[in-house]
């Protein structure tokens, strides 16, 4: 994995791969109209707010002069204060998600990263930061998605994901996306580092449909997706009602751990169409609250 | 039925008995487990079974494998349903096979026959020899079953009947061994003695078909009605046998012209029918066979014998009531009236008959339209007998110049021999020489001649002569004329002047010369001194063939076979010599067909026996089959069937599709050599040439023609496409509008076939230019070795006249006005097809009308290809004169090859201007 030779490989077929996850964030991001969201209230920004006769103390490079001349006491043109938030992603790279239940389905993987590419791209539209977690913070403009889709696209060799938040900044937003299929302890912890940061955010469970109905029968081996880790049954169709209970009980701590935290759950099949989480992601990020 | 159910290997099936142990141990292994990747395998860990699943085979999975293993075990122990009962006896095997065309009819059951006998003889390892005792004797060597198997089913009937048995008795092998003896069921001359030989040797066993074959007899001609019998060895029930004529109709396709039911009564062994037909009818008839019948015993062939040919005979003299021994024709129509059709009256009404032969006895004198008349009849194949007499030696018919409708010249006056005025005796004949027709018939001495019309010595006399008298004077003579013969007999017809017309000599004289034919068939006597052919002769199942490559037989030595019958080398057939048609049947008049007798004690065998029907290969085939099913349920029952159908199944159609393509697929998808060339020349104009065998050659003419075909590319509308080469011993010619020719030396002539291409090549319009290549040397008129080559080719070819290209041909201005035609030579001499001589320039007008017909070849010496020659990028390859001069002639050649081409394929078009200036007239009136 580390020979140039090999990394340049894996980056051709990420550069073959990425125009096409590209175009269906962005694709999948045109369904939402977004604008700059004013503040609606004076202070730094590029959209007009409103002119006000100048007061003592504001500086003479604030006058508007043009409309100053129209009247006899001098204007001061003010902007409408707009902030941005700044956006962590944190997509699950481990090989549980590369699952795919059937052919006619993405991987989870992919619409992970479909999902998030297409949420961050909103948001840039929005003008808001985005950043990707282990690339460092957030930042503003369209040129972030570029390098938000290589990190994306490079999956770990770790049989499940664990979740850091580090690159979070104070008081900003996180999303995390992944099948949460594994050990939790990790997300847990930092979830809590985060809650510490005031950060809140999202949690997206992807699941293949497969995972949702196992729908198996007979002397079966089950096996990870790495391979590592491998379980026998003689008859798998006896062990569907006690597997679909774990789940639940899965989904059931993950929905406690938010509340918890103020944070966001939600659970994402691939085969339902990706805006359904996107449109949720947007509203329940709340950036323009 | 399984009463008769034996195994070859019957110690494998102790093998059944391992099935039970099988039984434990199938039952004792689970199916695989399926292997999945599941993602939420964490989810799982921990959880355990509630119930163990069935791990066991399903009942009917091991049903099915117990089957395929008893199956296999079972068909590997080689069982044989109704197996045939083991032979007696271990040493060598002679079969013995009649061989005969009685056994035609049903020789498919007996090569099954011997091919089972053989067969188990192979799985015995038995040494075995085959003999059909239709070849001539010679010890049989024993071999290989397999050798002899093949042998077998190599052997085809004879079309005539063991002759020599006696013989073979002498040749059999030393040595024990037992015998299977495969009988026609006839009686033949030393059947008894081999019998015995046989019985002698060892076990001898005999198989006779019940069915008899039946025979059908020479057509009998009895006053006028044709009468054919049918024959069979043993009288049985009473039977209906239709028997059809064949022969060819006017248009010479072979037919059946006739077709009558025979009965045969019970008990009776011979049945005939006899019907009339008009002559001309009859005389077509060229055979009989029994329908539903293939031997060649079942088939008899019709020659002269069936034929009445029609004689007109023309007497000079008018006939003297009271003297009708003197009578001119008197004699001559004793000898003619049993056998041919005599009609008499004037000539131009005879003529109208069309009659065969026209005999004139002592005519001198014919009107000029009777002699007109005479001489196309002649000419087109008639044969013209005229006899002496004293009107023709008075008359000066032939004297100074030849007539054409006598074959010499005659003297003044005659000759007479011993009579009262005379010195001589009367002559007696010379024996005749070899060459004449009569040759081989006997001279009787009492023959003689006292008086006759001499022959001018002329330089052809002698080869006129066929026959003369002992001192040498032509007393016959025969000139050919057009298809047809003129023969004169210096003598009279009647006994005035000889006494040839009272012996039997004349009689035979008469035949030879295929003015009449015997109905019964010649004695060997009668054919002494010919060289018969064979036209067309029949297999042992009564199918006629061409014979093209049998030597000529002897005379004496068919009219032999005729009483004998037929044997090796001398095979049933139609035989010819001359005008005349001999029919060697493979049953003759007086053949007797007889059932076999065997001696007491001897067991006979019918023919029909139930095979052998080997069980292995449907057993382990069943096996195979449900080993495949297995496969199928296992993979079922472990859940990858719809991967295994859906990845295997297209694979398993691809390779049935690729092993078992049926052949007329093959033959439809793949076309042939011959095809791709027909379909690759007919695609546009091809220039071709015909290969020489000489590599260089053949080359330089292909560079040659790709030069000449781009030069019409870049300067016509013609665009030919790459020439070809062809072989005109195989390749079809009637694509190619042009050949081109180079004569090498030495080059090896085409065969007879090769030449009716050509020939049907140049009729249809193709042209063929010759080109000798040495115009450098034969231009003075030398003679060349390619010259030579040259006319020794043509010599097959249909070739009009020709001559030297004249100044007005429409070679000179097909495109290019051109008056020399040089290739690489420059000789002015290029031949054509010679101009009509009627042909002659109008007033004003440049050149003749000659408005029909491509000239079929143009024959030059210049060596074109070489002045066309090019490579690939236009460039001239080989050099023409010097300088300026040469290019100028490399450019004429170019635009003779152009005026050529343009000829060939838009024929004398540009002869058609002649018809301007009246054209022109027409339009301005």
């Known amino acids: ?289 | 039925m399984f009463a008769a159910l034996t195994f070859t290997q019957p110690l494998l099936l102790v093998g059944l008995i391992a099935l039970p142990v099988l039984w434990l141990i199938l039952r004792a292994i689970p199916p695989a487990a399926k292997r999945r990747r599941f993602a939420a395998v964490m989810l799982l860990l921990g959880l355990t079974d509630d119930q163990r699943q069935a791990d066991r085979t399903p009942w009917w999975l091991l049903v099915l494998r117990i089957v395929a293993v008893a199956a296999a075990v079972v068909g590997f122990a080689g069982p044989v349903l109704n197996p045939t009962p083991a032979r007696p006896g271990s040493g060598p095997l002679l079969v013995v096979v009649d061989g005969g065309w009685a056994e035609a009819p049903d020789w498919a059951s007996r090569r099954a026959r011997i091919a089972e006998i053989l067969a188990q003889a192979a799985r015995t390892a038995r040494p075995v020899a085959l003999i059909s005792l239709t070849d001539p004797p010679q010890t049989p060597a024993f071999q290989s079953a397999d050798v002899a198997l093949a042998r077998a089913n190599a052997t085809d009937p004879a079309p005539w009947l063991p002759g020599q048995m006696a013989a073979w008795a002498q040749a059999l092998p030393p040595g024990e061994f037992s015998s299977f003896w495969l009988s026609d069921g006839l009686a033949h001359d030393g059947r008894a003695a081999l019998q015995a030989a046989l019985a002698a040797r060892g076990d001898l066993r005999i198989y006779q078909s019940p069915a008899a074959p039946l025979a059908l007899l020479p057509p009998q001609v009895k006053d006028g009605a044709v009468t054919v019998s049918v024959l069979r060895p043993l009288g049985g029930p009473q039977a209906r046998i239709e028997v059809i004529g064949r022969g060819p109709d006017p248009s010479g396709v072979d037919r059946e012209l006739a077709r009558f039911v025979l009965d045969l009564a019970a008990a009776e062994t011979t049945g005939q029918a006899s019907l009339s037909l008009p002559p001309e009818l009859r005389n077509r008839l060229n055979r009989f066979e029994i329908l539903g019948q293939r031997s060649a015993g079942s088939v008899t062939l019709a020659d002269d014998s069936l034929k009445r040919r029609k004689v007109a005979i023309l007497s000079g003299g008018s006939a003297k009531e009271a003297l009708t021994l003197l009578d001119q024709t008197h004699y001559l129509r004793q000898a003619l009236a049993p056998s041919t059709e005599v009609i008499e009256g004037a000539l131009t009404d005879m003529l109208k008959a069309s009659p065969d032969v026209v005999i004139l006895a002592d005519v001198a004198r014919l009107t000029q339209p009777e002699t007109d008349a005479l001489a196309d009849w002649v000419d087109e194949g008639g044969l013209l007998l005229r006899f002496a007499g004293p009107r023709l030696a008075a008359s000066d018919l032939s004297r100074a110049e030849e007539d054409p409708l006598m074959p010499v010249r005659l003297r003044e006056g005659g000759r007479e021999l011993g009579g009262a005025m005379s010195w001589g005796d009367p002559r007696p004949l010379a024996p005749f020489p070899e060459g004449s027709p009569f040759h081989g018939l006997a001279v009787p001495p009492e023959v003689t001649v006292s008086q006759q019309v001499l022959a001018q010595p002329d330089p052809d006399l002698t080869t006129r002569t066929i026959a003369a008298l002992a001192d040498g004077t032509p007393l016959v003579t025969r000139k050919t004329l057009g298809d047809g013969q003129v023969v004169l007999f210096h003598v009279t017809a009647n006994a005035e002047w000889s006494s040839l017309p009272l012996s039997g000599l004349f009689v035979q004289m008469l035949e030879r010369l295929a003015v009449s034919a015997g109905s019964e068939p010649p004695r060997p006597e009668a054919l002494q001194g010919q060289v018969w052919r064979a036209a067309r002769v029949l297999d042992g199942y009564g199918v006629g063939k061409a014979a093209e490559d049998l030597p000529g037989v002897a005379g004496e030595v068919l009219g032999a076979a005729l009483n004998a019958g037929p044997a090796a080398g001398l095979p049933p057939g139609l035989y010819t010599e001359g005008g005349r048609s001999l029919a060697l049947n493979a049953v003759s008049a007086d053949t007797v067909l007889a059932p076999a007798v065997w001696p007491a004690g001897q067991i006979i065998e019918g023919l029909q026996a139930t095979a052998a029907q080997a069980l292995k290969g449907p057993l382990l085939a069943l096996a195979l089959c449900l080993t495949l099913i297995d496969i199928l349920a296992a993979l079922w029952l472990s859940g990858r069937l719809p991967a295994f159908v859906r990845r295997a199944v297209p694979a398993v159609l691809l390779g049935l599709a690729l092993s078992a393509p049926t052949p007329q697929a093959h033959a439809q998808s793949l076309p042939t050599t011959s095809d791709q060339t027909a379909i690759a020349a007919t695609e546009g104009v091809v220039l071709a040439f015909v290969r020489s065998g000489d590599a260089a050659l053949d080359t330089l003419s292909e560079q040659g023609l790709q030069g000449l075909s781009d030069r019409l590319a870049e300067r016509t509308s013609i665009e030919p496409l790459a020439p070809m080469g062809v072989d005109i011993e195989t390749d079809e010619l009637a694509f190619f509008p042009f050949l081109y020719w180079p004569i090498a030396p030495g080059q090896p002539l085409p065969s007879p076939r090769a030449y009716d291409r050509l020939n049907a090549y140049l009729r249809s319009g193709g042209m063929i230019l010759f080109d000798t290549r040495d115009g450098d040397i034969s231009a003075g008129g030398a003679a060349t070795p390619e010259a030579d080559t040259l006319r020794a080719l043509a010599q097959g070819l249909d070739i009009p006249p020709l001559d030297v290209i004249p100044q007005d041909h429409i070679l000179t201005r097909s495109f290019y006005l051109i008056q020399t035609f040089p290739g690489r030579f420059d000789s002015p001499i290029l031949w054509v097809e010679a101009a009509p001589l009627q042909a002659d320039a109008a007033e004003g007008m440049p050149f003749r009308p000659q408005n029909d017909g491509v000239t079929p070849v143009v024959i030059g010496a210049n060596d074109w290809a070489s002045a066309w020659a090019t490579d690939d990028y236009g460039a001239a390859l080989y050099p023409i004169g010097r300088g300026e001069g040469g290019e100028r002639q490399r450019e004429m050649a170019n635009r003779f090859g152009i005026n050529l081409i343009m000829h060939v394929l838009t024929g004398n078009y540009k002869s058609d201007q002649v018809h301007v200036p009246a054209l022109l007239e027409r339009l301005g009136e």
């Open chain 1, 1 to 289: 994995m580390t020979t140039p030779a090999a990394l340049r490989v894996q980056a051709e077929n990420l550069g073959q791969s990425l125009p096409a996850l590209l175009a269906q964030a962005e694709r999948l991001s045109s369904a939402l109209s977004l604008g700059l969201h004013g503040r609606r209230r004076a202070g730094a920004g590029a959209d007009f707010w409103q002119y006000r006769p100048a007061v003592p103390g504001d500086s003479a490079r604030t006058i508007d002069w043009r409309r100053s001349a129209r009247s006899d006491a001098p204007f001061v043109r003010e902007r409408e204060w707009q902030a941005s938030q700044g956006v962590t992603f944190w997509v699950d790279p481990a090989k549980s998600m590369q699952f795919q239940g059937a052919a006619s389905r993405p991987t989870k993987a992919h619409r992970a990263a479909v999902l998030a590419l297409a949420l961050a791209i909103s948001l840039l539209r929005g003008g808001e930061r985005v950043g990707v977690e282990g690339q460092g913070r957030p930042r503003a403009g369209m040129a972030q998605v570029q390098p938000m889709a290589q990190a994306l696209g490079t999956p770990t060799a770790a049989e499940f994901g664990a979740p850091s938040l580090h690159d979070v900044i104070a008081h900003g937003r996180a999303v995390v996306i992944s099948d949460f299929l594994g050990d939790l302890a990790p997300l847990q912890q930092a979830l809590a580092e985060a809650a510490d940061k005031g950060v809140r955010g999202l949690l997206v469970q992807v699941l293949d449909p497969v995972e949702e109905d196992f729908p198996f029968d007979g002397r079966t081996i089950f096996q990870s997706i790495g391979g590592g880790i491998a379980f026998e049954t003689q008859e798998a169709g006896d062990l569907r009602p006690r597997y679909l209970a774990r789940l639940a009980d899965r989904k059931a701590d993950l929905a406690r751990m938010a509340r918890a935290l103020g944070w966001h759950v939600t659970c994402h099949h691939t085969d339902a169409p990706a805006l359904v989480p996107l449109l949720w992601a947007h509203q329940a990020l709340g950036v323009h609250q």
